[in-house]
């Protein structure tokens, strides 16, 4: 009778979703807001010391991940005060895999190797990986032995991004987490505007 | 009357809610996986294993990422050709949408794993997703997750927020048992239905105007509820002190008076409550509020039956005076009458309803005090407008003077006594009430068998009263002495030894306690997907609780509907960081609200119960639920 739904009719349909679905669960405890936002293994782009920091769980094969990165990099650029945490959740196997790991291998040349990787649309293979990074200026072999070299610091962060997500019980690619606020799936770029003012406003 | 303000009150709401589309061009949040792509699986006329899958609009399953195998043997699957989804890069890769099959044509015996993977257009790809599935009896199950209950963390208080077009409610990241990495559907910890607040709601549909106007009219339709009635005895006793200077114009001023500050204070708690974080609400009702509230009663009751005046020092009524013009008393009484109104608000102020829970749950999570503020003396307004006709219009009807007049006010006087009663009875150990109300009754009685009327007909309606009062009095003490606790069923345990207990059908229910989110989460998990799960916020001095308990809960069709239910009790009496995490993860502005969860540990769409529930609305919640 007296149920909220009564008084809400339809009219909030629309309004409420995003808190009703991803938020399923997960074995270990909450991640702590060191471990998601400040994991030191992981390069960052952007201001190193913005007051915001955006951290997105990713896929280099995610279609929506890709096609909203330049978005997400002009927010990054135009605001100045921003720090940016790309987190590699390789959801659609080895490919994916493969390619995080090269780019985590790139040492200086991270930002520029992500970015290429970025670039392309769809599925990868990993000669789609090689080709990329080497139209890009990379060596993809170099990359691959240095990721071999460092292969525990980069299971270690796949390792961790995965656990992570699996405790937020995030359902897949992208999740972007504006300092503590979670969003689930692709957000444009006046998404992304509105949640980083929220954050600071917060 | 109470089922009447309900049934109005849904009336209202879609009036002043008439179906909105869908907000936004945006896609809407994700579906649980086994919702977007719900799998099914059959043996054709071959004998081959069929899987197929039911695609919600606007989602697509890849072909090259469904795949079976067993002990890590890979099965060969037979996929129809997809569409090409446009890849000018790397060419295309085939989509199904609508709905998808794979055929497996190699016999298998036992268990195999399916796994697929999809994403929602423009949203998020999903992770991998397994199925068991037993090649004999076609059972389709997910896979267990490493963790039972027993591996739950407790994990560090972070309130990770969920952040989206609108402002959500903050949510403590949830702990639960866990699916293994990127597998696993969401089969532990719990789920929200999705509703937006009722402050939004209106917000959307009609701007501050509407939120503005929409709050004394459920205010109004609140007014006739046991929460309010307690306001009445005490605005008539404050009037009846007026006597013969009592007009109806001065009644309407002071009822007025009255209302309004029993709205600013509504208003200012609240906002106060909600902007702190705090729950305030919760706070004031302290034994110790209580108790002082009991004793301010009383000593008004007293006042009432002439023992003293009550005023202001005459200093303060004198200074008052000088600056008002010499109305003489009136600035006291109003003053009084204010100071009256705002004090109600702490015994309005904690009965939950639905507006109510809405005007905090607002204030809290967007931090608009103003707006918040506004609507919950909005509410208190609509909740007092009664009292202002009452104020206005019984004014006149009051005697003008005499011993009528004395005998008036000491009726009041006992309405005051009962208030108090009332008030301090939660913090009593039950059946010391019973005694007190006993007690009162007698006096009531001695009291209207000694009026001096001269009038034979009233003269007798009073000693009939008085005869009553005194037999129910004599009843509840006899209740009392035999361990009664109910004042409407004082003769219960003496009817129990009796044998006739005819009530004592289905089960009694039983709560277990729960005072955390990470103890929710355990025995949400521990229904392992078979019992549904109701969770009932209470507390000792929520009163419509009490009401719950006593005549609800202990209906054969509640009790034979909730018998399946794994029921869990939230006390909030003792109110601490634990207990008030686990109303903010579940979106709970106070006691009493029922919730009710699936075997998932998904709360059931249109089910939530706030404030003063009935035993079909209880009954219709835990059906729906039991449904799903």
Known sequence: MLTRRTLLIAGAAGTASLLASGFPAAAQSIPTVEEVLFDEAIPTIGNPDGDVTIAEYFDYQCPFCKRGHPDLLDVVASDGNIRLVMKDWPIFGEPSVYAASLVLAAGDDYEAAHTALMKTEGRLSRDDVDATLAGAGHDPERLAARAAEQATRIQGILDRNTNQASAFGFRGTPVYLVNTQLNYGAMDKAALLAAVERARAA | MKLFSASAFALLALVLLPSAGPAGAAPAAPLPVSEAFELDVARDADGALVFSWDIAPGYYLYRDHISAQRDETPLPLSTPPGTPKDDPVFGPTQVYTGAATARL???????????????????????????????????????????????????????????????VAPVEAVPGTAPGAGSGPADAGFELAASGGLVEGLLERGGVLLVLASFPLFGLLLAFTPCVFPMYPILAGALAREGDKLTARRGFVLSSIYVLSLSTAFGLLGAAAGWSGQNLQLVLQSPITSGILAALFAVLALSMFGLFELQLPGSWTNWVAARTGGLGGSGGSKRSTALLGFSSALIVGPCVTVPLAGALLYIAQTADVGLGAAALFGLGLGKGLPLIVMGTLGGQALPRAGAWMEGVKQIFGFGFLATAIWTVAPLLPSGVDLALWAALLIAVASFAVSVPLTNTTALASMRAVGGLALVYGVILLIGASAGGTDPLKPLAPLAQRGGSAG????????????????????????????????????ADWCVTCRVIERSVFPDPQVRQSLGDFQLVKADLTDFNAENSALMKAMRVAGPPTMIFFDGAGREAADTRLVGSVTVDALTRSAHTTERL
Do not use: K
């Not at chain 2, 059908?505 to 799960?533: C, K, V, W, Y």
């Open chain 2, 105 to 167: 044509e190699t016999p298998v015996f036992g268990t195999l794993e399916l796994t697929f993977q999809g994403c929602q257009d423009d949203g998020i790809c999903y992770a991998p997703e397994t199925r068991h599935v037993d090649a004999q009896t076609l059972e389709v199950s997910a896979p267990a997750g490493p963790g039972g209950p027993g591996a739950l963390g407790t994990g560090p208080e972070i309130a990770w927020t969920v952040g989206g077009e609108t402002a």
């Open chain 2, 503 to 538: 009530s004592g059908e289905g089960r009694e229910l039983r709560f277990a306690a729960t005072g955390s989110i990470s103890d929710l989460q355990a025995r949400l998990a521990s229904a392992n997907g078979e019992r549904s799960t109701m969770v009932y916020f209470t």
